[in-house]
């Protein structure tokens, strides 16, 4: 059974930083690419960042290109996600979601339809 908890959210304030972990059981890491999505109140849910896992080639939307990083650690089957500068726009749920897929595009990756497993979130609000 797979299964993908997220941890780590907060109240931050703005220019603060914090760091999500997506920690996997029931699947091998490096077989996947796990991305985080985040959705605000009354909003869809928008793909933030990807890694994947079998080379660790990192994906990024372009709002937080610069001030999020991703990365993973197979051997623990953990991905995490360092976000700083925040601000409130990246209040939200985060999620974090696995998909077998090889070749990532922008349009693959962030689209929330083509995962295969989800968390069950954690919520980030940045406020002052």
């Known amino acids: 059974q797979v299964q993908l908890v997220e941890s780590g959210g907060g109240l931050v304030q703005p220019g603060g930083s914090l760091r999500l972990s997506c920690a996997a059981s029931?699947?091998?890491?490096?077989?996947?690419?796990i991305a985080w999505f985040r959705q605000a109140p009354g909003k869809g849910r928008e793909g933030v960042s990807c890694?994947?896992?079998?080379?660790?080639?990192?994906y990024y939307t372009a709002s937080v290109k610069g001030r999020f990083t991703i990365s993973g650690d197979n051997a623990k089957n953990t991905v995490y996600l360092q976000m700083n500068s925040l601000g409130s726009e990246d209040t939200g749920v985060y999620y974090c979601?696995?998909?077998?897929?090889?070749?990532?595009?922008?349009?693959?990756?962030?689209?929330?339809?083509?995962?295969?497993?989800w968390g069950q979130g954690t919520q980030v609000t940045v406020s002052s």
């Open positions: 029931g699947l091998t890491l490096d077989s996947y690419a």
């Open positions: 979601a696995a998909m077998k897929r090889a070749l990532l595009t922008f349009k693959i990756w962030s689209t929330p339809s083509g995962y295969d497993y």
């Open positions: 890694i994947k896992n079998s080379d660790g080639s990192p």
